[in-house]
C-alpha cells in the first residue's frame, strides 16, 4: 500500500492553480528509530501553506519543488517506533498533504470533552488556539470595546469573533460577501458584520460607532488600510495573518505607520508556536465555551486527499465557512 | 512693547521653504480671568511642529494659515490671573514661535537638580521624558539584548540611546553621517553607530550580529524598513516619529507588515500625552543619570526668534546635536 501525495510540480507567483501541483503515490518508507506512521483523517487546508509554497521571507522554510505540500495532519498512529505513541492512537504533527505521514513528533490527543476528532481539528486545534491566544494575550479586549475581526467566518477569525462576544465586546466581522455577512451576525452571533467588497471604510464607520479598539487582523492589506481608519487612541492590532498577500511574492505595503503613531495604537505579530507550552490552558478554556453553547464551531469538509488544492483554493478565497479540512477516513469519535 | 512672532503664510507641501512663514510684530494683549503670559525664554523646535504645518490626519489640529506656529515654550511668568502660578515663575506651556506667549494651561518648573533651565526644555523635558516612557514601558529592553535607535544624535534618540545603554543592551544608534555617527558612539558611549547614507541594511547587518530586540524609531521610511529587516522573533518596535515623512503629505506605505507577522513582533506608537500623570517619575530618573554622569544632555542653541524656522530645517535634516532650542533671553539658572 503506498502513500499518496501532493508535491510542488511548479512554484506559484500568483493565483494557485491545479498545474503547480501534483498527486503523486510513493512506496511506504519503513520508519525509522523514534520515528512513527500516521494514518492521516483530516488534513489541514491554511492559507499558510499558500505563503510555504512561495520563496520569500517568512517563518518557516519555503516549499521546495518535488516536496510534498506541508500542512498540520489529524490521523491515527499506524506504526510505531517511538515509546511515546501506540499504534492506534490519535495524534496531531507536522504532517504533508498526503494518507501516510512520517514523524518524530507527533502531539498525542486524548479522547476528551466528548468531542469528535474534527474538533480537535478546529476550534480545539492550532486555528482555534491561535485565536485564543491572540485575543487573550495580544489583543487583551475589555468589555464594552469594539473589536473587529476579518475573515470573521474562517476558522480563526470565526473563534476570535465569538471570543470578542463572550468577553463583553461589542463585535463586527469582515467578510467577504454580504450574504455571509449576514450568515455569521445569526451563527456566531455578532454584533454586525460588514462587506470586504464596496466601500469598507465607510460600511466600519457605520458598524463601529466608537471606533475600534481591537482588530484581529487575518487579511492584511486593504483590510487593514481600512481598518486603520477607525481606530481609537492605545488600539491593540493583532496581526494573526495576510491572507490577501499570500498569492503574491512581492513587497507588501501598507499604510500603518502614521496611524500607529498618531493613535499611539499597536500592531503585535501573533504565532502559535510562541505559545506551544501553553495550548492546554487554551483548550480547556475553548471547550468550556463549546460545552456550555456559548462558541459554536464549523467545520467545512472535502472529501479525498485529491481535493486538496480546491480546499485550498476555496480558504484563499474566503469562501469557507469555519474550518476547512480534507477528510480522508471517518471520524473515530464522531 | 509687542510679541514678535512666526505665523504661517503658506502651507508648506514639501521642504519648508521661508516664504511659507512671516515674522510679524503683534500687540500683547491683556491677559483674561485665569490666564497667565510667559516671556519666552527657550523655544522648543521639534519635527512634530512641521507635521502640525500640514493638512493631514494626525494626533492634533493642524496650524490654520495666519496662526502663530505652534510649539512648547520655557519661560519666566511675566504676568498672572491665575492662582497656581506667579510673576517670575519658571514655567513651560504649549506655545508658539513667539517672544510672548498667553496661555491657561502652564506647567510649573521647580528650580532642582542645580541643573539650567535648559536642561528641563531637554533631557528633562518631554523629549527626553519621551525616550524615557518609550523606551521603558514600550520598548522594554533586558540587559544583553541589542537596541538600535534612529536619530540617535538628536533630542529623543540621544537620550533613548543613552538609556539602552545603562540598561545593559548593546546599543546601535543610526544617524545622517559618518562623521555625527562617530561622534555620538565617543560621546554617548554607544557600542556602534551607523550612517542611514549608504546600504544602512548591510550596516545594520555587520553592527548587530544578534539581530535587532528593541527598534527605537524616529525616522520611519526607508530606515525601518531596514531595521525590519534584522528583527528578532519578539521584537519590539517603539514608533516615536517618522522624521522622513513630515515632509510629505501623502500616505507613508512602509513594508512592515511581513516582518511583524513573520516574527511576532510588535510595533507600537508612544505619544507623551499619554504619560502626563506619570511625569515626574521620569524627571527624577533623567535626574539621577544625569547627576551620576551616566547621561550626557546636549542642546543645540540658535539665539533669537527670527532663527527658529532655519533651527526647524536643522532639525528636520538631521543636522542638530542633541535638542533643538531657539533662546530669546538668558538662561537664569545656567
Redo the contacts between chains.
Keep these: 500500500m503506498s502513500t499518496r501525495r501532493w508535491v510542488m510540480a511548479e512554484r506559484p507567483h500568483g493565483k494557485l492553480e491545479t498545474h503547480h501541483l501534483d498527486l503523486v503515490d510513493a512506496p511506504r518508507e519503513a520508519i525509522g528509530d523514534g520515528e512513527i506512521e500516521i494514518e492521516t483523517i483530516f488534513v489541514s487546508i491554511d492559507p499558510t501553506t499558500r505563503l510555504w509554497m512561495s520563496d520569500?521571507?517568512?517563518?518557516a522554510q519555503p516549499i521546495q519543488l518535488g516536496d510534498p505540500i506541508r500542512s498540520f495532519v489529524w490521523g491515527r498512529v499506524s506504526a510505531s517506533r517511538n515509546k511515546r505513541h501506540r499504534e492506534g492512537d490519535m495524534v496531531f504533527a507536522l504532517g504533508a498533504w498526503e494518507s501516510f505521514t512520517r514523524t518524530r513528533h507527533a502531539t498525542a490527543i486524548p479522547k476528551s470533552h466528548a468531542l469528535p476528532l474534527s474538533a480537535h481539528a478546529s476550534v480545539l486545534g492550532l486555528t482555534g488556539l491561535t485565536a485564543y491566544f491572540g485575543m487573550l494575550d495580544v489583543g487583551r479586549p475589555q468589555a464594552g470595546e469594539t473589536v473587529v475581526v476579518s475573515a470573521a467566518g474562517g476558522a480563526v477569525g470565526s473563534v476570535a469573533a465569538q471570543i470578542g462576544r463572550i468577553l463583553g465586546c461589542r463585535t463586527v466581522g469582515i467578510v467577504g460577501s454580504e450574504a455571509k455577512a449576514a450568515k455569521i451576525v445569526r451563527e456566531y452571533r455578532l454584533d454586525a458584520a460588514v462587506s470586504r467588497q464596496g466601500d469598507l471604510s465607510a460600511a466600519l464607520a457605520a458598524a463601529c460607532p466608537s471606533g475600534i479598539d481591537v482588530d484581529f487582523e487575518n487579511v492584511?492589506g486593504p483590510v487593514?488600510d481600512a481598518v486603520m481608519e477607525h481606530i481609537n487612541?492605545?488600539a491593540r492590532l493583532v496581526?494573526?495573518?495576510?491572507i490577501s498577500?499570500y498569492e503574491s511574492d512581492g513587497?507588501?505595503?501598507?499604510?500603518?505607520?502614521?496611524?500607529?503613531?498618531?493613535?499611539?495604537?499597536?500592531?503585535?505579530?501573533?504565532?502559535i508556536s510562541?505559545y506551544f507550552n501553553r495550548l492546554q490552558e487554551g483548550v480547556e478554556a475553548l471547550a468550556g465555551w463549546v460545552k456550555s453553547g456559548e462558541m459554536r464551531w464549523d467545520v467545512d469538509v472535502l472529501n479525498g486527499i485529491e481535493r486538496a488544492p480546491e480546499a485550498l483554493q476555496r480558504v484563499l478565497s474566503g469562501a469557507n465557512i469555519g474550518k476547512q479540512l480534507v477528510q480522508l477516513a471517518p471520524d473515530p469519535w464522531a
Design positions: 520569500v521571507s517568512q517563518h492584511a487593514l487612541p492605545g496581526l494573526c495573518g495576510m498577500a513587497v507588501w505595503p501598507a499604510n500603518v505607520v502614521r496611524p500607529l503613531l498618531m493613535k499611539r495604537a499597536r500592531l503585535e505579530g501573533v504565532l510562541a
